[in-house]
C-alpha cells in the first residue's frame, strides 16, 4: 500500500524494519531476536506470501532469506496452492532444487564432521562416545548415531546449530559445534543465495 499510494518514507522505514528478520550477514543472523515471517506479528503469514510480496516489490536484499524460510517449511507447504501462497514457477523450481541440494550439504557435511572429526573416546558414562578402548564396533554405532541425529535432528536446516539431544556429553556437544558453526558461516554468507538461484548478497 505504501508503494501503490506513494508514501515512500513510509515504504522505506518498512524496509529498514525487515532487515532486522531478513539478516544478510551473518552477524545479524546471529544476534537477530525475530526471524522472517515473524517480523509480521500475528497472524503469521505463510513464507510463501511474504516470498511473493518480497519479488513482488523487489526487496532484493530479503529474497535468499525468505526462499530459505519457504525452503525449511517442508514440501507440502512449498507447493500451497492457497490464494497468495502459490509461488511462481522459476521461484518454485530454484526452491525445489535448494531443497535437494542442502538435504545433499548437510548429509556430506555429517560425514566430514563424524569421520573427519576429532571424536576421541569421552570418558563421560553418559555420552555416546563412551566406548572404551577395544571397541571398533561399539565406537561405529556411536559415530552412526550422531551422524543419524546431525542429519534427521535438524532436518536439513543448514542455519540452526546442532540438535543432539543427549546422545553426547556437553563437552563433546559444544565441540561438535565449534566445527559445525563453520560450516553454518559458510552455508550463510557463499551458498544461501545462490541455493535458490539468487545473486549473491547484494
Avoid at 542442502?102 to 569421552?122: K, N, P, W, Y
Wanted: with cysteine; net charge neutral.
Amino acid at each position: 500500500m505504501a508503494a501503490k499510494y506513494g508514501f515512500s518514507d513510509v515504504r522505506e522505514g518498512l524496509v529498514k524494519d525487515l532487515k532486522v528478520a531478513y539478516p544478510t550477514k551473518w552477524e545479524d543472523f546471529t544476534a537477530a531476536r525475530v526471524l522472517g515471517e515473524d517480523i509480521f506479528g500475528l497472524p503469521k503469514p505463510h513464507p510463501n506470501a511474504v516470498l511473493n510480496l518480497f519479488l513482488e516489490q523487489n526487496i532484493k536484499f530479503a529474497l535468499p532469506f525468505a526462499a530459505y524460510q519457504v525452503r525449511i517449511g517442508g514440501f507440502s507447504a512449498v507447493t500451497s496452492g492457497e490464494p497468495g501462497t502459490t509461488l511462481p514457477r522459476r521461484t518454485l523450481v530454484s526452491i525445489i532444487h535448494g531443497r535437494e541440494v542442502t538435504t545433499e550439504m548437510t548429509t556430506l557435511t555429517a560425514h566430514d564432521i563424524v569421520s573427519m572429526g576429532d571424536l576421541g573416546v569421552c570418558p563421560d558414562g553418559s555420552c555416546v562416545l563412551n566406548v572404551g578402548t577395544d571397541s571398533t564396533e561399539g565406537r561405529r554405532d556411536a559415530l552412526q548415531r550422531i551422524f543419524r541425529a546431525m542429519v534427521v535432528g535438524n532436518k536439513c536446516d543448514l542455519l540452526s546449530p546442532l540438535s543432539l539431544g543427549t546422545l553426547t556429553c556437553a563437552e563433546c556437544t559444544n565441540r561438535l559445534e565449534k566445527v559445525h558453526l563453520g560450516y553454518r558461516k559458510n552455508w550463510f554468507w557463499e551458498t544461501l543465495p545462490s541455493l535458490f538461484g539468487l545473486e549473491r548478497w547484494e
